[in-house]
């Protein structure tokens, strides 16, 4: 929880277009997830105040399930690993045009060990559609309490038509092989959304908790109704009338108070490619 506090990132985006917001998710992800890594590595003195794990570091291991350990690792060429947990470590952009974590959530929960966990990190830009990523507080559950509660949810909440029954994987143990096949399936499933996490209400309220969070000091779902309005309108006359209401809007949420900060760099730039003024 203390990670927004020490997040550092050497990445730095600049000459991006209001229009192609949506597309850092899929390009930086990854990134991000490497960074925070080497942050909980950079955090040790608040993880580990008494040294216990002096010979421990969080390690990355893509396309393996858990992404990344906190392990001892032992030298030679046959090296293994003393494990003390694994995190399944998603980032999650939050002004993506889902206006919500898309990831999809497969393990099953013979895969989790009991002190694993996943976590789903969100950030944003510093400067809305340039600067250095800014991370806000993880949302952390249990891997496996997820996992289960992804099962219960497309079996009994879901009230779907069809076939709910899920096919789970035998002969599982924690920290598997890359080669492992590790994941629940449901049986019928024509949407593709089993293991979305997000449409399953675990993260429900966490979700809107974060979209309520300052970017540039403009709440965070204004930001996405923004560029959403120029992803479906080219019309200047729509888009000149969807951006004042969205200012009435963010003037009234505010109690009245001038919702002139809403008229940053970004939305200078954006009024002048659009002859908005």
Not at 223 to 229: D, N, P, S, T
Not at 248 to 264: Q, T, V
């Amino acid at each position: 929880m203390a990670l927004p506090g020490y997040f550092r990132s050497e990445t730095s985006i600049t000459g991006l277009h209001a229009t192609d917001i949506f597309t850092l998710g899929a390009t930086l992800g990854a990134t991000i997830e490497d960074q925070v890594v080497s942050t909980l590595n950079a955090m040790r003195a608040v993880w580990d105040p008494d040294e216990k794990y002096a010979l421990f570091r969080f390690i990355r291991q893509p396309q393996t399930f858990p992404d990344v350990l906190l392990a001892r690792r032992t030298l030679g060429e046959s090296a293994t690993a003393e494990i003390a947990f694994g995190i399944e470590l998603k980032s999650w952009y939050l002004l993506a045009k889902e206006a919500e974590p898309s990831f999809r959530y497969l393990a099953t929960a013979r895969a989790c060990a009991d002190l694993d966990l996943l976590v789903i990190v969100p950030w944003f830009l510093s400067n809305v559609i340039s600067g250095s990523p800014v991370v806000l507080e993880p949302y952390i559950e249990s891997s496996q309490y997820a996992a289960l509660y992804r099962n219960f949810f497309w079996s009994h909440v879901r009230q779907a038509k069809g076939d709910a029954s899920i096919v789970v994987p035998k002969d599982i143990q924690p920290y598997p092989k890359k080669s492992d096949n590790i994941s629940d399936h449901a049986t019928q499933d024509t949407g593709k959304n089993f293991g979305r996490i997000a449409r399953t209400g675990l993260i429900e309220s966490y979700v809107e908790r974060m979209k309520r969070e300052l970017v540039a000091g403009i709440e965070a779902r204004y930001w996405l109704q923004f560029f959403k309005m120029f992803q479906e309108h080219d019309d200047p006359g729509k888009i000149a009338a969807v951006f004042k209401r969205l200012e009435k809007e963010i003037g009234a949420d505010s109690g009245g108070r001038d919702a002139s900060s809403f008229g940053l760099s970004l939305l200078d730039a954006v009024r002048q490619q659009f002859s908005l003024d």
